[in-house]
């Protein structure tokens, strides 16, 4: 089974710290992504990965970085955390290859507040 | 604009009744979808499905690519059942997903 894991599934942190959050993956997919989650939103993309030290911008990535130095590790940094960055935050793998499933799996989550 | 529109936003339902959850899609797909989060947080994927129908145990999803229409249907629906259920379909490159804002289930016993 794929498993994805996060490092934490909740955190209190103050306005204006830089904030880490991690995610790691042990299937080897090329594809790793980073998603906030809020009542109303839905899911939304805030930045991907498709290969180590590759990034791209998803549709929120305003206030967030991304670092992707090893395969199976994807991490998402808030460099300086706000109140409106409270929120689920969920992580994702996916594998690209012949089988067009483009089945992504999901992490449990990190609850994040800032106060 | 969303590609993706799911309906109802919330659902409230009795011990035992049917329920159908309904995705609409604007995008042309290779397959859409189905997944179910429980409160906590993780997801998890119930069904990927292209064309016509699949079953899983009280679940079933169908697909109507014609008409850019998808439904999950919850026969004999559980209190277990309640959670989001959200639908997905993949990006032209399938490298991004566009996500339903989900449909919360609450069933009562």
């Known amino acids: 089974d794929v498993k994805v894991t996060q490092s934490s599934r909740y955190l209190v942190k103050r306005t204006g710290e830089k904030v880490f959050l991690e995610c790691v993956q042990d299937m080897d997919h090329e594809n790793m992504f980073w998603y906030r989650q809020d009542p109303g939103l839905g899911l939304r993309l805030i930045y991907f990965?498709?290969?180590?030290?590759?990034?791209e911008k998803g549709d929120i990535p305003e206030g967030y970085s991304v670092s992707r130095e090893k395969k199976e590790r994807f991490s998402l940094i808030l460099e300086s955390a706000s109140t409106n960055q409270t929120s689920m935050y969920l992580c994702?793998?996916?594998?690209?290859?012949?089988?067009?499933?483009?089945?992504?799996?999901f992490g449990p989550g990190t609850r994040l507040t800032v106060t | 604009k969303n590609e993706v529109e799911q309906s109802p936003q919330n659902l409230t339902a009795q011990e035992g009744e049917f329920i159908t959850i309904n995705c609409s899609y604007s995008v042309g797909i290779s397959a859409l979808h189905w997944l179910q989060q429980h409160p906590g947080g993780g997801i998890v994927s119930l069904f990927m499905l292209s064309s016509g129908k699949k079953k899983h145990g009280r679940l079933i999803a169908t697909i109507n690519i014609q008409e850019k229409h998808s439904s999950l249907h919850i026969t004999a629906s559980h209190p277990r059942d309640s959670a989001v259920y959200i639908c997905a379909v993949p990006s032209n490159t399938g490298n991004q997903f566009y996500f339903g804002t989900g449909t919360s289930l609450t069933v009562i016993p």
């Open positions: 994702a793998s996916s594998f690209v290859g012949g089988i067009p499933s483009h089945e992504q799996y």
């Open positions: 990965s498709y290969d180590v030290k590759m990034k």
